[in-house]
């Protein structure tokens, strides 16, 4: 399988790792100014249209690269350490959303004094894979695509920029059981709950299901779930995963014929607009950069 590799910034980076064997280079600002040397960020992250991640993990690549560009232009020509000028070079692994790969990716880069410094991929559960690895090397890690607490527990050189992850849900779980929701079922994908069973004990809610549908299900593969809750009826039902998870997680409802009270979703991205039509106007939210629902 190959591994696609974007670097921003410097045209030399070829080296950093012996397993990548497709670069793309893209040329930046930085030729017009006069550097000592450049500061590497590495980061795995899912740069294929077809990767489960890639809606919200594209966005943070855009960012970054637009970061590299402010830092790197004649404006501003990089940073200043210790009386020497540096630029910036931000080199992005492709990860295929895969477990694996960033761990294997993670595995390679902090094995090398090539990368100063390390930014994680999109998703919590790819970035599990990779925090405990590069705390060990003790690498300065920022995990700007990661809020579940696990990622940054006992690992002092990784840190976040979103909040905790239980607060997504939290206003809204609130809300509901006080106007009467009284039980709640979430089904998950591979990797953590989103704090729901935490969130359903602290609103006095009764957890009437807890779920995990492994990585990346379809919706085929989500109708025995559905096909339970029809039977428990929950007042509210959560679907917690990424990308897909959520248009799936409306097909797979459609064909059950599954419509409780409240539907919330705890990380989804507005591809699922495209995914189910005109239903968002129905659904719930917990998550801050979604602005369709």
């Known amino acids: 399988m190959s591994v696609q590799v974007n670097v921003r910034g410097t045209d030399d980076l070829a080296g950093l790792s012996s397993h990548l064997v497709q670069i793309n280079t893209t040329s930046s600002s930085a030729s017009a100014c006069n550097f000592d040397g450049m500061i590497v960020f590495s980061q795995p992250l899912s740069l294929h249209e077809d990767d489960d991640k890639y809606p919200v993990a594209h966005l943070q690549q855009v960012a970054y690269e637009m970061t590299i560009d402010r830092i790197n232009s004649p404006y501003r020509c990089g940073v200043v ?19 694996e790969m960033v761990e294997s990716i993670a ?8 990368t100063g410094f390390l930014l994680g991929p999109y998703s919590s559960g790819l970035t599990k894979m990779m925090s405990p690895l590069v705390n060990d090397a003790k690498r300065l890690f920022v995990a700007a695509g990661s809020t ?54 602290v609103n006095g809610l009764q957890l009437v299901m807890e779920a995990n549908a492994g990585a990346s299900p379809s919706s085929d593969d989500l109708d025995p779930y559905v096909k339970n809750l029809t039977t428990l009826a929950p007042d509210i ?34 591809q699922v607009k495209d995914d189910v039509g005109s239903d968002v106007a129905y659904m719930m939210a917990g998550t801050d950069w979604v602005s369709v629902f």
């Open 148 to 201: 579940q607490t696990p990622v940054f527990e006992g690992n002092e050189y990784v840190f976040g920029t979103l909040g905790p992850s239980q607060e997504k849900l939290e206003a809204a779980i609130k809300a509901l059981a006080g106007l009467g929701a009284k039980t709640i079922a979430v089904v998950h994908e591979d990797g953590s709950p989103c704090y729901v069973p935490y969130l359903a004990e």
């Open 81 to 99: 350490v210790d009386g020497k000028r540096y630029g910036v070079a931000l080199a992005t692994y492709g990860d295929n959303s895969s477990k």
């Open 237 to 270: 039902s959560v679907a917690c995963g990424y990308g897909s998870y959520c248009g799936n997680w409306v097909k797979s409802m459609r064909r059950q014929n599954f419509s409780p009270k409240a539907q919330l979703f705890a990380t989804c991205t507005d």
């Open 107 to 114: 595995q390679s880069l902090t094995s090398t004094n090539s």
